[in-house]
């Protein structure tokens, strides 16, 4: 090699090695970003029991000088390590069973080795569940008239994940009877053509660390027999009418279902159902038994109550306006969602309360007038109350002792 030679790669050499250093000094002052810092094996939120493996990890762009592990606000396990990496891998043990069931925090504090000496601090909340599940149901055994709800209480021993009740093979969930509550609750709605006879629930209760508990109870479904109506027969020219201005039935029942997976999870009432017009007299009971020329032999699963045209009709629980429209059978028709599924329905309106789709209304709200809208030979409402979509007998919710 030339004496040129050397000297120029001797120059290149020094003057790279200049840029590094230049570099690296300027990265020193200048680094502001703060330790990224990832924690492996726990997650904000969640629940745990035993003993809980975990590591703390980085690949920060510049090197970290140290990290520090709090528990409940205490230095923990390693307490503070020098790392002095930019890449490291530290792990840790929690043993649950020495910390109190409930709510804690790790907290992890790390700072780079720059100027700036760059700082981070994470926070993690964790709920330590050591606690063995204990539930039960209020009651086991039950008796029930088909169209009828099921009303299932349970108490547990801890707030719960998630609990499900199988009956006559459809599945219900429980949910808590108040916000934070360990008393949970169902309604399970039994249809009227439901065979009747010994049926079986089962419940699944599930907490936040997996554990599971089964439990069962039994159902006897009691043969409710349903009066036989007198048909009636509605004008030609007033169905012509109605479908020339309505939109057919199936419409609602593909809306409801719908809506129905939009169900708020947690109920919008509380108390009793109050009946949604004065009474002057029912003019169908719940579930009766009709035959009419236009619609055949159907069982009619709401009740009618006869009153004056224009009368006002309320809501009868607080909830939300999901359906306001004309139907050919239920003429002008609001339905209500008052949570876990649980809607009632008002037909045959004169006219609409000052309401829209969405709204909240208050048990008491006027919704509209009632009239002989739709399939109707006379002024009334119709009055259906709805349990996932199954029609039920909307007066056994107006009784205090159903809840
Ligand atoms: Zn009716």
């Not at 660390?209 to 020219?237: D, E, W």
Request: aromatic letters at 12%; charged letters at 25%.
């Amino acid at each position: 090699m030339s004496a040129k030679l050397k000297v120029f790669f001797v120059s290149l050499l020094v003057l790279s090695l200049g840029f590094w250093i230049g570099s690296s000094i300027y990265k020193y002052f200048s680094y502001k970003q703060s330790p990224k810092i990832i924690l492996v094996g726990l997650k904000g939120g969640d629940h745990y029991m035993g003993n809980v493996t975990c590591f703390i990890k980085s690949d920060n762009d510049y090197k970290i000088d140290d990290v520090s592990l709090f528990l409940d606000d205490k230095p923990f396990a390693f307490g503070n390590k020098k790392v002095r990496a930019k890449k490291f891998e530290i792990p840790f043990n929690i043993e649950t069973e020495q910390l109190e069931n409930g709510q804690h925090s790790l907290i992890i504090e790390a700072a780079d080795s720059s100027y700036n000496r760059n700082k981070s601090k994470d926070t993690w909340i964790f709920y330590v569940d050591n606690k063995p599940l204990k539930s039960a149901l209020l009651q086991s055994e039950f008796k029930v008239d088909q169209g009828r709800t099921l009303h299932v209480k349970l108490q547990s021993n801890k707030i719960l994940e998630k609990v499900v009740a199988k009956v006559l093979g459809d599945f219900y969930d429980f949910y808590p009877e108040e916000k934070k509550s360990t008393l949970y609750e169902c309604f399970i709605p039994l249809d009227c053509e439901d065979n009747d006879g010994d049926h079986l629930i089962e419940v699944e209760v599930q907490d936040f660390v997996k554990n599971k508990v089964k439990l069962t109870g039994n159902i006897k479904i009691n043969k409710f027999n349903f009066p036989r109506q007198k048909g009636f027969s509605i004008s030609k020219s007033k169905l012509d009418e109605e479908k020339e201005i309505s939109m057919n039935n199936k419409i609602l029942h593909d809306a409801l279902d719908k809506w129905l997976k939009n169900s708020p999870k947690e109920k919008m009432w509380s108390g009793p159902f109050e009946t949604p017009t004065v009474v002057q007299w029912i003019a169908t009971q719940f579930g009766e038994i009709r035959t009419t020329p236009e619609r055949g032999r159907y069982l009619h699963k709401a009740i009618d109550i006869a009153n004056r045209p224009g009368s006002v009709v309320w809501a009868s629980q607080n909830g939300r306006i999901i359906i306001k429209d004309r139907y050919v059978l239920s003429g002008n028709t609001i339905v209500i969602d008052h949570g876990l599924g649980v809607f009632t329905h008002y037909y045959h309106l004169e006219d609409f309360a000052d309401i829209e789709v969405g709204d909240f209304v208050k048990k008491g709200n006027p919704v509209g007038k009632l009239g002989m809208t739709g399939y109707a030979t006379g002024p009334h409402l119709h009055w259906g109350l709805y349990v996932n979509n199954v029609a039920v007998d909307p007066v056994q919710w107006t009784k205090k002792s159903f809840f």
